[in-house]
């Protein structure tokens, strides 16, 4: 059972433009949500959270939204940028600290110069 | 430098053999993941540790087996009941409190079996 759905396996965009990445998940007791980037080999970074008292939060060029009663959130990167292209993971977890962290099944942006 | 740190990179091991991954932070984080990376599957949780000596399942426990014998360390065991360990197997820790709830990985193992 994919608690955490990321439903685009890939997303394509032209530099200078916006990104969106999307995310859907069903446990109604998720309240903190995580994106990380990752490239082959390596382990993932974090980018950036939001907790579910929010329904936005921004660092940069990366804004998370979160809509709760969809059970929806999404990452928008703007500009994208070339350095951009990677796998991003949503992952959500139930309480502040040390409860189980589930990822989605991520989604490969790809900028094109 | 703080930081988390799995050995060795890649990891080779023949049919019906365990072989055990090393994972080490000195972050002083609580809390401990195992997950697992195959393609188009995303991340798996195999096991996590929210305390020194406990641990709990994941989605994806079988065939593997953990310890957590001190704060800093969480090896993971595949064994040879794990049907299909060949995969890029990633750690993570976490500490606590709300200014502490990102997950840090380390850079991963891939283990082949030949």
């Known amino acids: 059972d994919q608690q955490v759905k990321q439903n685009s396996p890939s997303l394509s965009v032209q530099e200078g433009r916006i990104s969106i990445l999307n995310c859907d998940y069903t446990?109604?007791?998720?309240?903190?949500f995580l994106w990380y980037k990752k490239y082959p080999a390596e382990g993932p970074t974090f980018l950036i959270s939001i907790s579910s008292i929010k329904d936005k939060n921004e660092d940069g060029r990366f804004t998370v939204f979160l809509n709760k009663s969809a059970k929806h959130l999404s990452l928008h990167i703007v500009p994208s940028q070339p350095g951009d292209s990677a796998v991003y993971f949503c992952a959500a977890s139930s309480n502040f600290g040390n409860e189980k962290l589930t990822f989605g099944t991520g989604t490969r942006l790809t900028i094109i110069p | 430098d703080g930081g988390i740190t799995q050995s060795p990179k890649y990891l080779f091991r023949k049919e019906g053999q365990n072989v055990t991954l090393s994972c080490e932070q000195n972050l002083n984080h609580d809390a401990m993941y195992w997950y697992r990376q195959d393609p188009g599957q995303g991340l798996r949780l195999i096991y996590y540790?929210?305390?020194?000596?406990?641990?709990q399942k994941g989605d994806i426990a079988e065939g593997y087996s953990v310890s957590r014998e001190k704060k800093e360390s969480f090896p993971l065991t595949v064994t040879s009941a794990q049907k299909n360990p060949t995969a890029f197997y990633l750690c993570a820790s976490r500490g606590r409190g709300p200014s502490n709830t990102e997950a840090f990985f380390g850079q991963g193992t891939r283990l082949t079996v030949v």
């Open positions: 540790s929210q305390i020194v000596n406990d641990f």
């Open positions: 446990n109604s007791m998720f309240d903190y």
